[in-house]
């Protein structure tokens, strides 16, 4: 059957809330469209869609005394190179050039990743991992801010309203944070993420504390472990406790997915992210 699609071109921030204001359930937003054209295979029957890769600033980097703002419209090429995120958010800058191919990551947009809401989108765990807010635009050209985590709310469903879409999000920077990220992707598909694992620590000198972890493709949404510093003292790049660490990711895996077939490749996996991760954020091993 022929598609019936329509197509609406906002130039700017204004011209974007005017179309949001007439938004309806066959109403679709466009950006990178690395993920629209798949979804065509399926056949629609009408659609109106909304192009966001022309609004002025929607894909700005930018960073203010306390935070990094990222634009929803940014692609994964343009965050992996900006020097802002690879001083502050390392985490993220490791994800974006991690994603799909080099064409993918050209055209694939850090707000269509995340208003997918694949439990295998890379951009998450790190964003997750390093506090980031959502700018939710509205059709009265009112913003409001949420947790990127509470932007999942099933697998490919988000809590994103019809008449909603992402204008940015927000990244505290961290004086001391050192963050990382490290993934095992598909063979069969352009490295599809099967497992994902970011950390990041606050550092003095050799001495760590705040450590935080979150891991991928284990839920709808990744899974967010604060602080499992806590039960040790003097932490050091050179005594990190990695048994527990690792012996923690596993048990995260085994709650996670217990009945799942992939439970025991995973719960193997993880280890050998895990020793990754670490060799990453204490600099053994580069990936920026």
């Known amino acids: 059957m022929p598609l019936d699609i329509m197509n609406l071109m906002p130039k700017d921030k204004k011209e974007l809330i005017e179309c949001l204001s007439q938004m309806n359930e066959d109403t679709r937003f466009v950006a990178g469209g690395t993920d629209v ?30 935070k990094v703002i990222v634009g929803a419209t940014a692609t994964f090429s343009d965050i992996a190179r900006n020097q802002f995120i690879r001083t502050y958010a390392q985490a993220l800058s490791m994800a974006a050039s991690q994603i799909g191919s080099v064409q993918i990551r050209n055209r694939a947009t850090i707000g269509g990743n995340v208003a997918n809401a694949s439990p295998a989108a890379d951009s998450l765990p790190a964003l997750a991992l390093l506090n980031s807010e959502v700018e939710i635009l509205g059709p009265n050209g009112q913003s409001k801010m949420i947790s990127v985590l509470d932007v999942i709310e099933d697998v490919g469903v988000s809590a994103l309203r019809p008449y909603e879409v992402i204008w940015a999000f927000h990244i505290p920077i961290r004086p001391h944070v050192r963050s990382a990220f ?35 493709t284990l839920g709808p949404r990744p899974l967010l472990i604060a602080n499992i510093d806590r039960d040790f003292k003097d932490i050091s790049t050179k005594d990190f406790p990695i048994d527990f660490f690792l012996n923690l990711l596993t048990n995260v895996v085994d709650l996670a997915i217990p009945n799942r077939p992939s439970r025991a490749y995973k719960r193997t996996a ?11 954020l204490f600099g053994r091993r580069c990936m920026l």
């Open 37 to 66: 054209l798949p979804s065509l295979e399926g056949g629609l029957k009408k659609f109106t869609y909304i192009d966001i890769t022309h609004v002025s600033d929607m894909d700005a980097i930018k960073v203010t005394e306390d």
């Open 182 to 216: 490290v993934k095992i992707g598909s063979r069969k598909r352009v490295t599809i993420s099967r497992l994902n694992l970011a950390i990041s620590a606050k550092f003095s000198g050799e001495g760590l504390s705040d450590v935080n972890v979150c891991l991928g």
């Open 270 to 280: 993880v280890r050998g992210l895990g020793i990754d991760v670490l060799d990453v």
